[in-house]
């Protein structure tokens, strides 16, 4: 259930690299090379370390993540996950990028649930133009796909900065 919004991009999704690449490491990077541009923005990374996540693997997220407003939470409760969904204004994700679609599948998202749950909750997504993302989102009507990570930012940039926009992408992605 959407609730009053903060300026914060959220990731859902596990840390693991066990088929699919998930990629929060790049959610990061271009977060840093916006950050001065979005100072009251904050990213969040929420998800399941459970299965297949190395400890050294969280480490280099939390350094990759020194000196910017990021917040990353390993295995949060589903209350709490459904507060993060409900607060933040943009998804992201990187899942499958940098992988070929065609030839290794397994790659990328094959259905995204966590992008329906944070659509649900209001989120504007901003996700690759991959795999089963392709069947949820409507660019440009509920939120954005994008094919590279300079996209990614710009788009992010472009929404924050125009907040009816914003509203209409966020009332479009509940429905």
């Known amino acids: 259930t959407p609730s009053a919004k903060t300026n914060t991009i959220i990731y859902v999704g596990r840390f693991s690299h066990l088929t699919q690449l998930k990629n929060p490491h790049l959610l990061i990077e271009s977060f840093r090379k916006i950050h001065s541009q979005l100072p009251k923005w904050e990213l969040v990374l929420a998800g399941g370390t459970g299965v297949g996540t190395l400890g050294s693997e969280m480490t280099k997220l939390q350094n990759a993540a020194k000196g910017l407003k990021v917040r990353i939470v390993p295995n949060p409760s589903l209350e709490n996950l459904k507060k993060l969904?409900?607060?933040?204004?943009?998804?992201?994700?990187?899942?499958?990028?940098?992988?070929?679609?065609?030839?290794?599948?397994?790659?990328?998202?094959?259905?995204?649930?966590?992008?329906?749950?944070?659509?649900?909750?209001?989120?504007?997504?901003?996700?690759?133009?991959?795999?089963?993302?392709?069947?949820?989102?409507?660019?440009?009507?509920?939120?954005?796909?994008?094919?590279?990570?300079?996209?990614l930012?710009?788009?992010?940039?472009?929404?924050?900065?125009?907040?009816?926009?914003?509203?209409?992408?966020?009332?479009?992605?509940?429905?």
């Open 85 to 151: 969904y409900a607060r933040a204004r943009i998804f992201w994700s990187a899942a499958g990028l940098g992988a070929n679609e065609a030839a290794d599948p397994i790659k990328v998202e094959h259905f995204g649930i966590t992008v329906v749950e944070a659509m649900s909750a209001g989120c504007v997504p901003i996700i690759p133009r991959l795999g089963g993302h392709k069947e949820i989102v409507t660019s440009g009507t509920d939120g954005f796909f994008y094919d590279s990570l300079d996209q």
């Open 153 to 175: 930012e710009d788009l992010t940039l472009k929404l924050a900065k125009d907040k009816p926009e914003m509203d209409r992408l966020s009332t479009s992605a509940i429905s």
